[in-house]
């Protein structure tokens, strides 16, 4: 990572225009531009979730640094090998039917992109069948459900109650969230996982795939 400590810096800083300097010039130096996302931005937004979690930054500052982790990314897009972006998954999300709150999810959305998933975003008061035909259509890795409030929650069973009910989670791992979340209500409904925060959503995501990918 001492290669890319500009990088870092500027990133968890969320300063943009700094940062993208920053990523022009290890370009111009010769630096592969995969080894730039991967370990410098890729590796740089772990850094940020785990600081999120631990308190040490708070939600404008994880989004100025998704913000910035975009930016960034849209520099090196044309260098990319293949299709870096998005190869990690594909990952549905959506506040479920009745919630119109969406700022976690927004969040999670951004920190979801920055790890490298292609995030098709279903916005709020989503219904059951509308997550079902998404996760169906995208042929999706990964269905993310948002709630904040405690008379949604049920929303979120009925969801993941069809979903496996379509084999669906065959492929789809479902991960939840939101402020009346818990890791036994994840587990009460089925899903494959809960997580408390943006930053834990990442690594979830990422560990689910990883683990359907080598059949652990």
Known sequence: ?????????HLIAGEINELILDVKEALSKGVNADEILNTGLIGTMDIVGEKMQSGEMFIPEVLMAAHGMKAA???????????KIGSAGKLVIGTVKGDLHDIGKNLVMLMMESAGFQVIDLGVDVPAETFLKAVEENDADI???????????????????LVKEKGLNKKAKI????APVSQGFADKIGADGFAPDAGAASKLARSLV????TGC
């Open 175 to 178: 991960i939840v969230g939101g």
């Open 1 to 9: 990572m001492s290669k890319f400590l500009n990088i870092q810096n």
């Open 210 to 213: 990883a683990a359907e990918q």
């Open 143 to 161: 269905l993310a459900l948002s709630a904040l409030l405690t008379t949604t929650m049920p929303m979120m069973q009925k969801t993941v109650e």
């Open 73 to 83: 990314v849209e520099i090196l897009k044309p260098k990319l090998s293949c299709d």
